[in-house]
């Protein structure tokens, strides 16, 4: 096993789906989590609350790689995300890791939705768009000024095993599988891009021992080609052997997992389900040599996950 230690800060999918990735590559990996129960075989898990900084130097004592997929409930982003990204530039800065942290798309805004690439401008209007703009713009200045060595990995909207709260998640896959009707936002003829949660874990590890010149930039994480939202439901529906029920929102109103705290936070996002979402990862691609899961095979390998997990759900009913 690498003697060098890995340490992910948050135990959400992304967070989770990475630390299994870097044991499996043969890293020393701890999690960090506030209130995480368990952490992957192969990883220890220490609890800490990150918007402390003293908490966040603790537990990440030891790091040459940190890797900052945490994230907080939506309608505290805009006051939670800025203290943590300092915590965690100051934990780096102080042990002297490396510092790989997992992005959105949100800074782009509704800029060239036809093809985003890491030279569209950044064109955010949203509050949260805005923040996410903000925090990118700090990590590069502490790159560039020697504080932490840092590389930006950004990723389109989520999909895949233990992904729930997502769009293509918990408000999708069940309905898919049980003829129930399944969640679509927006117009769903327009390209959307959409990242298997496996590919981002792999490319956040892939960054993690990147090149010293590949550090104070903003990757895009390996991504299939965007297809429209009506596609990816064509091929579910082929893959359960039916066509879907889709019951559309055309605007952000609570449904499924999605509350009412949580679609009011979200309105002012909506237009990314108006508008094409087109996330091209050809630069990482060809730096490293990297390719996404193609789409049909992420879409088996999300379905049989949701398929386990429901019968996990039946059994537990079940009278004993």
Not at 48 to 58: F, K, M, S, V
Not at 221 to 239: I, K, N, Q, S
Not at 280 to 288: D, G, N
Request: aromatic share 8%.
């Amino acid at each position: 096993m690498n003697s060098s230690l890995h340490v992910v800060l948050g135990a959400g999918p992304a967070g989770t789906t990475l630390a299994r990735a870097l044991v499996t590559r043969g890293h020393r990996v701890r999690v960090v989590d506030r209130s995480a129960v368990e952490a992957p075989a192969g990883a220890e898990l220490r609890r800490a609350d990150l918007t402390d900084p003293e908490q966040a130097l603790r537990a990440t004592e030891g790091a040459s790689v940190l890797y900052h997929c945490v994230n907080v409930s939506y309608h505290l982003q805009v006051e939670v995300m800025p203290r943590i990204a300092r915590s965690v530039v100051g934990a780096a800065s102080h042990h002297g890791s490396r510092l790989v942290v997992l992005d959105t798309l949100y800074p782009y805004g509704e800029a060239d939705g036809e093809a985003i690439t890491e030279s569209t401008p950044w064109a955010a209007t949203s509050r949260k768009g805005r923040m996410r703009a903000d925090l990118d713009r700090f990590y590069l200045r502490r790159h560039e000024a020697g504080d932490a060595w840092v590389a930006l990995g950004r990723s389109a909207d989520f999909f895949g095993p233990g992904v729930v709260n997502s769009t293509l998640g918990g408000a999708f896959f069940p309905g898919a599988l049980t003829d129930e009707p399944v969640l679509a936002l927006g117009d769903t003829s327009l390209p959307h891009s959409y990242s298997f949660v496996p590919d981002v874990a792999a490319g956040l590890a892939t960054l993690g021992g990147a090149r010293e010149e590949d550090g104070g930039r903003v990757w895009h994480l390996p991504a299939v080609p965007a297809v429209t939202t009506d596609e990816v439901h064509r091929e579910v529906g082929r893959l359960v052997g039916r066509p879907l029920r889709v019951h559309r929102l055309e605007e952000a109103r609570p449904y499924g997992p999605f509350d009412e705290t949580f679609m009011a936070e979200y309105a002012e996002m909506f237009y990314q389900h108006l508008l094409p979402q087109n996330m091209v990862s050809t630069a990482f691609e060809q730096r490293f040599e990297a390719h996404p899961t193609p789409l049909l095979e992420a879409l088996e390998s999300t379905l049989d996950w949701y398929s386990t997990q429901l019968s996990q759900a039946v059994g537990e009913r079940a009278p004993s």
